[in-house]
């Protein structure tokens, strides 16, 4: 499977985006679909997991400001990402998993500054 993320871009502190992942091939069958962030000199660290029956998890760092979901008749998976900081700036990754996959989307940038 092919991962393509998009939605990234220039925020003031305190604004919206919403990322969208969208997979070359159905989503229906992986176990988890997750958004993974990296910043400069930092490591990548999840930011938000959705699983197959919707059950979701959060980075306490992004808990009740962001909110992930997934659309499997469009195989896209959004981040919708709410009163945006300044520490949230990093290139965002999408991921997928299920047994024997574990896939990589290339990264979109959010970058949250005035």
């Known amino acids: 499977v092919q991962l393509q993320a998009c939605g990234g871009g220039l925020v003031q502190p305190g604004g919206s985006l919403r990322l969208s992942c969208a997979a070359s091939?159905?989503?229906?069958?992986?176990?988890?679909m997750s958004w993974y962030r990296q910043a400069p000199g930092k490591q990548r660290e999840l930011v938000a997991t959705i699983t197959s029956s919707g059950s979701t998890v959060y980075a306490g760092s992004v808990k009740d400001r962001f909110a992930i979901s997934r659309d499997n008749a469009k195989d896209t998976v959004y981040l919708q990402m709410n009163s945006l900081k300044p520490e949230d700036t990093a290139v965002y990754y999408c991921?997928?998993?299920?047994?024997?996959?574990?896939?990589w989307g290339e990264g979109t940038q959010v970058t949250v500054s005035s």
């Open positions: 991921n997928a998993k299920r047994i024997g996959v574990n896939a």
């Open positions: 091939g159905s989503i229906f069958s992986f176990n988890t």
